[in-house]
């Protein structure tokens, strides 16, 4: 028999597929050929031999893992039984309930069913009607086979845990109770795992003070929260919800740095030189008593100067002086990190709001990225960077966090869609380099950078975890880790392990044996379950969007042309992140011509490249494959 490989099968809503190596490789497998595997299963798959293919393509010969656990879709009855009818038209038109019960009293009811081996599937869950505040959210969340519940016993576990933390354990951490300690995030998190303080010396140099919650202290290896934490490997992140890694009693309450009360942390103590370079530092083991919690938009108004309701003078007095100050460093560092290497792409996030009564989607926004922002972020990416650097030294069994260097292919074929803008560019397919890439984004204009943007971050190696330290290409750091958010990510929850045993001195050769099989284990879990989090936010992320859109078939939108295909042109809309397609059909009448290198599309009266400003109207929304319509406005 000829070799097989195997991969993850994609199937696309046409009913063809393609496996993905690990390799990155695709191979292409015609709908006759997937022999009963469905959407996300691991298979083995054996190559097809052919003359003149342009692709790879294959037979898949066996299912290793179904992945596919929940089917979520619409239950229907009839006088032969139940069946459900999928959301995902990836899957088969309809598949039979198993049961003996009558069901009618759900039909044309949302439901979660479970797939047996028989190719039928069991009724787990009744979501209720489809237009029920929230049930669209949680049908693509059970989809995933994800739960905001937790197990009974891990939910008990937790409670006994999230104790305050006892008058000796105080007493023999690095007490920090009188620094001038600050937190900063979102208005409406719950879960804050991350604190600053900053302090200009009299040498002129800075003490950075950059203090994480102590979940380790909770949460114990191999504890039923532990294997939980694992299972789940991260928090995830909706417009009306939060799936926690960690139960509330730990994300929302005791591990969370709220204000006016003692938290046990994990401080990365820095002295910076007035070139933003760290001189010296200290790791412990400390407690803190957050001073003020601010939001983004809170620190941004008293930068900026300008009104904010909840500020008081008396805020702005205590406060300001400390939020320049970090301003002022946040400047500095950024400049040495653009020095080294750094790329900064300009890929606007989307901010979907919705009615707080009801639950619809209210706007959807380019979500701003502001200086307070900034703030945070160049603070904990120097921690995860020294942080990184000291164990690597130690040769401690450790998850990086890395990001390698693209791929010559990818690069070249990207250096191919530049080629109608006619930028300028050092980049080399062989030699990419972090410089080449900032200094051509550098030069680009403000309505074509976040398009060039969104293709160079396409050529890019996805970031992941290991346990090796080959550095982080997009930051121009030979070392970096996750190390500032353990409430939310299990690296960071391990590696805080890891740094406790080795301040307490508490690692063995046979532990350093344990944690070396443990880590690789670890972030290749960490980054499956990253890569899902990622997939099920970004689904929910385009449902929201064409629910905004539904409501404005008929209105017109000025875009950029984002993507070319042989069937029409993709158009983005800068001011909410909608992207939306325009079919051959529905552009200006002319004879067309796709060049797939250039990713131009050529007509006698009419061209169309990437970053073109274009006029569109709504022309309809698919709520079903989250896909919005757009038309050219008649000549």
């Known amino acids: 028999m000829k070799k097989t490989v195997n991969g993850i099968i994609h199937i696309k809503p046409q009913g063809f597929g393609f496996v993905i190596v690990e390799n990155g490789e695709d ?155 600050l937190t900063i995030d979102p208005h409406d998190a719950k879960d804050l795992d991350d604190a600053i303080h900053l302090e200009k010396l009299e040498s002129g140099m800075w003490e950075l003070g950059v203090h994480i919650a102590d979940v380790s202290h909770y949460v114990a290896e191999n504890s039923l929260l532990d294997k939980e934490a694992f299972d789940r490997g991260t928090s995830i992140y909706f417009p009306d919800r939060v799936i926690p890694m960690l139960p509330k009693a730990l994300s929302n309450d005791v591990c969370s740095l709220n204000p006016n009360s003692d938290r046990l942390t994990l401080s990365v103590i820095m002295t910076i030189d007035p070139n933003g370079d760290v001189v010296s530092y200290k790791v412990a083991e400390s407690v803190i008593n957050i001073n003020q919690r601010f939001s983004y938009d809170e620190v941004q108004a008293l930068l900026d100067e300008t009104h904010h309701s909840l500020l008081t003078t008396q805020l702005k007095k205590k406060y300001l002086p400390a939020l320049l100050q970090m301003a002022e460093l946040t400047n500095i560092i950024e400049k040495t990190r653009r020095k080294r290497g750094e790329v900064v792409f300009d890929v606007p996030e989307p901010k979907i709001i919705l009615d707080e009564t009801t639950g619809k989607i209210k706007d959807v926004v380019a979500y701003p990225h502001l200086l307070s922002h900034r703030i945070i972020e160049t603070f904990m990416i120097l921690c995860n960077e020294i942080v990184a650097k000291k164990m690597f030294d130690l040769e401690m069994p450790f998850i990086y966090r890395i990001h390698e260097k693209p791929d010559p292919k990818k690069v070249a074929d990207f250096l191919g869609t530049l080629m109608p803008f006619a930028v300028e560019h050092r980049i080399t397919p062989e030699k990419p380099s972090g410089h080449a890439y900032q200094s051509m984004l550098d030069s680009l204009d403000k309505d074509l950078k976040p398009i060039i943007s969104q293709l160079a971050l396409r050529s890019m190696q996805k970031a992941k975890y290991d346990p090796k330290c080959i550095g982080h290409f997009g930051l121009g750091a030979k070392y970096y880790s996750h190390f500032t958010s353990p409430i939310r990510r299990y690296p960071d929850l391990v590696i805080h392990r890891i740094i406790k045993m080795m301040i307490n001195r508490k690692i063995s050769t046979h532990k350093m044996t344990e944690l070396h099989d443990f880590v690789e284990e670890a972030s290749r879990q960490s980054s499956a379950r990253e890569m899902a989090a990622k997939e099920v936010e970004r689904e929910v992320d385009n449902l929201k969007k064409a629910e905004y859109m539904r409501d404005k078939i008929g209105n017109k939108f000025s875009g950029t042309i984002s993507g070319i295909t042989d069937f029409g042109v993709f158009v983005y809309l800068p001011e909410n992140t909608v992207e939306g397609l325009v079919r051959l059909e529905n552009m200006p009448n002319d004879y067309y011509t796709f060049n797939e290198r250039q990713m131009t599309m050529i007509g006698r009266k009419h061209t169309y490249k990437m970053g073109d400003k274009l006029d569109v109207i709504v022309a309809g929304v698919n709520m079903t494959r989250r896909q919005i319509e757009f038309a050219c406005p008649q000549e």
């Open 27 to 181: 191979i292409f497998v015609a709908r006759e050929n997937l022999n009963g595997a469905f959407h996300g299963d691991r298979v083995d798959v054996r190559v097809l031999e052919k003359k003149l293919a342009r692709r790879k393509e294959g037979v898949v010969m066996q299912v290793i893992e179904r992945r596919l656990k929940n089917i979520v879709g619409t239950l229907m009855t009839s006088k032969t039984g139940s069946f459900i009818i999928p959301d995902d038209d990836r899957l088969a038109d309809s598949f039979d309930i198993e049961t003996a019960k009558d069901l009618s009293r759900y039909s044309n009811k949302k439901v979660v069913t479970k797939l047996l081996d028989c190719g039928r599937v069991e009724l787990v869950e009744v979501l209720g009607d489809e237009h029920e505040v929230g049930c669209d959210i949680t049908s693509i969340i059970r989809a995933h086979n994800l739960y905001e519940e937790f197990p009974k016993d891990v939910e008990k576990e937790a409670l006994k845990v999230a104790m305050r933390p006892s008058k000796e354990e105080i007493e023999r951490r690095l007490d920090l109770r009188k620094k001038l300690v």
